[in-house]
């Protein structure tokens, strides 16, 4: 596959730009200068306010405060620019992507607008940048209608005013498929903005989205891009990574993270690079890493859906250009809804509101309860119970006996007072289950053994290379149960499984559906890859929402499906 013409000319120009700035010099009158940069990360589309537990912060006591919404974004950006002389505005990946209808039904257009009107001057591509492919995420940076839908949004679509980068991301062929790095002046020093997205990109991306693509080792691509900046002279250096580690808990500012790539990335890549921002696993920690030299360095995330920013304040030495490190600053800023949103911006969220309204707002039916993400030690969560039992009802004509779905498919919760664009009172609309259900994957019904289903629920540990265990609880329907024991050793931890309330036979047959992105063995489950007769059904949402709209009033149900041992 041959590169673009675009992006191989945007990536000879910013070589060409980056291999003449070493004699780039201006005087200053004083020995230093300051640079504020603000970043977030896993925005994902949300232009209002998000609802339920996807709207709050975690505060150090335990208690939360709602956050996010574009145009409180905004107004927060505004602010924190004004308190530096020089600033950056960068995205560590996921902006669009799994995001409400507000955004999704005109393919993030509205996002893309709202990143332009604050000012982002980089951000790194997330795995949800590729979730309808290169060529959209091509139509994104450079504009154009879509291909399909045309522009419904508005008339034209400029695309982004920023650049996407990815020094990992290249063709089959070897030849980069996007910017590695971003080069921009602070009172003429030199700044290096390297972008790396996750390596493992492959397996949380469908593989036809992915198809003729490479994703490479985010230290060996950093370390590369970083070498060409320190030979142009490029002293001060950034990286937006998107890949995350997980927390312990604590508020926004707490570095109580587990063992994890983020940590393990920052702490091996080049010594030349003065911060890290990362992104993916929707986390808050604000934490400080030695580099390769013993030199210290931030490491810092903030949380999704607009409702942190991080900060980081740089001290630039002016005869050096590079950082002094230990004059670094860095936390989280809650993007609070308590001051005068921006106006433009809310402008802006109106238009996207107003012209999904006629969709979003149709009611297609009503729960008794919040129906919410989170989950007991069991994994098992109200509306994951829900989603699994809707796809099950769908998919009766291919003879499914089972469903299971992947918890990252499921992005916020349905809560009874409704989100701030639905009816409340127990009302669910269109819009509303569609943030629950974005990505519009489609059913499959596939054939399993007993002893491949019971390797399935084995899979949700998943050992890494760190020696850490990653655990993806899938959500079960009804018709299957099990037990598993937290002293069980990989491989051996499920027990007592059931199905329709039979002991799970190992040399038996069982239909089982899940969507599109599990068949082709993504997040892990490769044995579901191994599934045949796959028989097609509903995309996941339409089965959600049918489900729904069969059983008014729906309460949570019992927390009965999976059980937790010693």
């Known amino acids: 596959m041959l590169v673009p013409k675009r992006i191989a000319a945007a990536i000879a120009t910013a070589c060409l730009a980056v291999t003449g700035l070493a004699t780039t010099a201006t005087a200053a009158p004083t020995a230093t200068t300051d640079l504020r940069l603000i970043a977030f990360n896993d925005f994902h589309g949300n232009l209002q306010p998000p609802a339920g537990s996807s709207g709050r912060v975690t505060l150090p006591n335990g208690t939360t405060v709602d956050a996010g919404g574009a145009a409180y974004l905004a107004a927060h950006v505004a602010r924190l620019r004004g308190e530096a002389p020089n600033s950056l505005v960068l995205s560590a990946g996921d902006a669009v992507g799994a995001s409400p209808l507000t955004s999704a039904l005109f393919h993030d257009e509205p996002t893309v607008e709202f990143l332009n009107k604050i000012g982002t001057d980089a951000a790194v591509i997330g795995n949800h940048e590729f979730d309808e492919g290169y060529r959209e995420l091509l139509r994104l940076q450079f504009g154009g209608?879509?291909?399909?839908?045309?522009?419904?949004?508005?008339?034209t679509f400029r695309g982004s005013r920023f650049p996407y980068l990815g020094a990992n991301i290249t063709f089959d062929n070897g030849l980069p498929a996007a910017l590695p790095v971003s080069v921009k002046f602070v009172e003429g020093i030199p700044v290096g903005v390297i972008g790396v997205t996750l390596k493992d990109l492959p397996s949380v991306v469908t593989p036809e989205a992915i198809k003729g693509f490479q994703f490479g080792d985010?230290?060996?691509?950093?370390?590369?891009?970083?070498?060409?900046?320190?030979?142009?002279?490029?002293?001060?250096?950034v990286v937006l990574l998107h890949q995350g580690d997980s927390t312990e808990g604590g508020g926004p500012d707490d570095?109580?993270?587990?063992?994890?790539?983020?940590?393990?990335?920052?702490?091996?890549?080049?010594?030349?690079?003065?911060?890290?921002?990362?992104?993916?696993?929707?986390?808050?920690?604000?934490?400080?890493?030695?580099?390769?030299?013993?030199?210290?360095?931030?490491?810092?995330?903030?949380?999704?859906?607009g409702r942190l920013l991080s900060v980081v304040d740089l001290k630039l030495d002016r005869k050096s250009r590079d950082v002094l490190r230990a004059r670094t600053t860095a936390h989280n800023e809650i993007v609070t809804r308590t001051i005068t949103p921006d106006a433009g911006v809310q402008a802006l969220v109106d238009e996207a509101v107003a012209k999904s309204g006629p969709i979003a707002n149709r009611q297609v039916g009503t729960i008794s309860a919040d129906l919410v993400r989170a989950a007991p030690v069991s994994g098992e969560?109200?509306?994951?119970?829900?989603?699994?039992?809707?796809?099950?009802?769908?998919?009766?004509?291919?003879?499914?006996?089972?469903?299971?779905?992947?918890?990252?498919?499921?992005?916020?919760?349905?809560?009874?007072?409704?989100?701030?664009a639905g009816e409340g009172n127990g009302v669910v609309t269109y819009g509303e289950a569609f943030a629950v259900q974005p990505f519009s994957n489609i059913l499959q019904t596939i054939t399993l053994t007993g002893a491949?289903?019971?390797?399935?629920?084995?899979?949700q540990w998943q050992p890494q290379a760190n020696g850490t265990t990653i655990t993806r609880f899938l959500q079960v329907s009804d018709s299957l149960h099990y037990s598993w024991s937290q002293s069980g050793t990989q491989g051996n931890r499920v027990s007592a499984v059931t199905v329709a309330g039979q002991p799970l036979d190992p040399a038996a047959s069982?239909?089982?559906?899940?969507?599109?992105?599990?068949?082709?063995?993504?997040?892990?489950?490769?044995?579901?890859?191994?599934?045949?007769?796959?028989?097609?059904?509903?995309?996941?949402?339409?089965a959600f929402t049918a489900y729904l709209t069969a059983h008014p009033n729906l309460a949570p149900p019992a927390p009965t499906r999976v059980t937790v041992i010693p």
């Not at 985010?218 to 250096?237: K, M, P, Y």
């Not at 509306?383 to 998919?395: C, E, K, S, Y």
């Not at 491949?452 to 899979?459: N, R, S």
């Open 255 to 305: 570095c109580r993270t587990l063992p994890g790539p983020a940590r393990q990335i920052a702490t091996a890549a080049s010594a030349s690079v003065d911060a890290f921002f990362t992104g993916h696993s929707h986390q808050q920690y604000n934490c400080v890493v030695n580099d390769p030299a013993g030199n210290p360095r931030p490491l810092i995330q903030g949380a999704s859906f």
């Open 145 to 155: 209608c879509h291909p399909t839908d045309g522009c419904q949004f508005r008339p």
């Open 381 to 420: 969560s109200p509306i994951g119970d829900v989603i699994a039992d809707g796809q099950l009802a769908a998919t009766q004509g291919n003879q499914a006996q089972i469903a299971v779905t992947n918890p990252g498919g499921i992005r916020t919760d349905l809560t009874y007072a409704g989100s701030p």
């Open 452 to 459: 491949q289903l019971k390797t399935v629920l084995e899979q």
């Open 510 to 542: 069982y239909r089982v559906t899940v969507n599109n992105f599990l068949a082709a063995g993504g997040d892990g489950f490769t044995e579901l890859a191994k599934g045949t007769n796959l028989n097609g059904g509903p995309v996941d949402l339409d």
């Open 218 to 237: 985010e230290v060996a691509a950093i370390n590369r891009t970083s070498r060409l900046l320190d030979l142009a002279g490029i002293r001060a250096q």
